[in-house]
């Protein structure tokens, strides 16, 4: 059973405006989450984490917000630039073991 | 810094043979490495964690004799498919984590490039 859901597997987004992706868990032990970028042929690369202990991490243009209660996590992107067009797959879990997503293709439109 | 290398990219193979990926830490000392299994338009499935030194721990449902992994060093972890079989076919990640950090919440994993592998 797939304990870390993306339920949207694209989204498009115009050049400028927000991106907002969307992750979901199941397992409520889960105390760490990232989310990593992946082009096409790459491996995924670290973009941005939180731990359990925060509602919110900024770093640059790219923010996660958690929300525990609903055991929910977003990636915002403001603003959105072409070269953030690419899959994004959010992680969850405890101390080294992480369960990923099935992952979130963005298309940044010029 | 931070480099994870993995080699071969993509390998193509007859049903029966044996393949290694390697899976290298550049410029850093991997206390553990993990490799993932990613089928199209799927998630990465943890398979397996190693450690240096010790026997890898492998996830529920994966064969250990048929997905062999050796973590020899802190900068090398090997996944040696055995006997590979057309349902063996897949893409296959490594990732690694810093030596001496434990979990500080600042260190995720690094991961490397990936290896398709197609059997025929």
């Known amino acids: 059973d797939q304990q870390v859901k993306q339920n949207s597997p694209s989204l498009s987004v115009q050049e400028g405006r927000i991106s907002i992706l969307n992750c979901d868990y199941t397992?409520?032990?889960?105390?760490?989450f990232l989310w990593y970028k992946k082009y096409p042929a790459e491996g995924p690369t670290f973009l941005i984490s939180?731990?359990?202990?925060?509602d919110k991490n900024e770093d640059g243009r790219f923010t996660v917000f958690l929300n525990k209660s609903a055991k929910h996590l977003s990636l915002h992107i403001v603003p959105s630039q072409p070269g953030d067009s690419a899959v994004y797959f959010c992680?969850?879990?405890?101390?080294?073991?992480?369960?990923f997503g099935t992952g979130t293709s963005l298309t940044v439109i010029p | 810094g931070a480099v994870v290398s993995q080699h071969p990219s993509w390998v193509i193979c007859k049903s029966g043979t044996s393949v290694k990926i390697e899976c290298r830490s550049l410029d850093f000392q991997a206390t553990t490495m993990f490799w993932y299994r990613q089928f199209p338009k799927q998630s990465l499935m943890l398979m397996a964690t190693?450690?240096?030194?010790?026997?890898?721990?492998?996830e529920q449902g994966v064969e250990k004799d048929k997905f062999l992994i050796n973590h020899a060093s802190l900068t090398l972890s090997t996944l040696t498919v055995t006997s590979a079989h057309p349902e063996d076919s897949s893409f296959y990640i490594c990732?690694?984590?810093?030596?001496?950090?434990?979990?500080?919440?600042?260190?995720?994993?690094?991961f490397g490039d990936g290896t398709r592998l197609s059997i025929l």
């Open positions: 939180i731990s359990s202990i925060k």
């Open positions: 990732s690694a984590t810093l030596r001496g950090t434990g979990w500080s919440g600042n260190q995720p994993q690094h």
């Open positions: 397992n409520s032990m889960f105390d760490y």
């Open positions: 992680a969850a879990g405890t101390g080294n073991q992480f369960y």
């Open positions: 190693s450690n240096e030194g010790s026997k890898a721990t492998y």
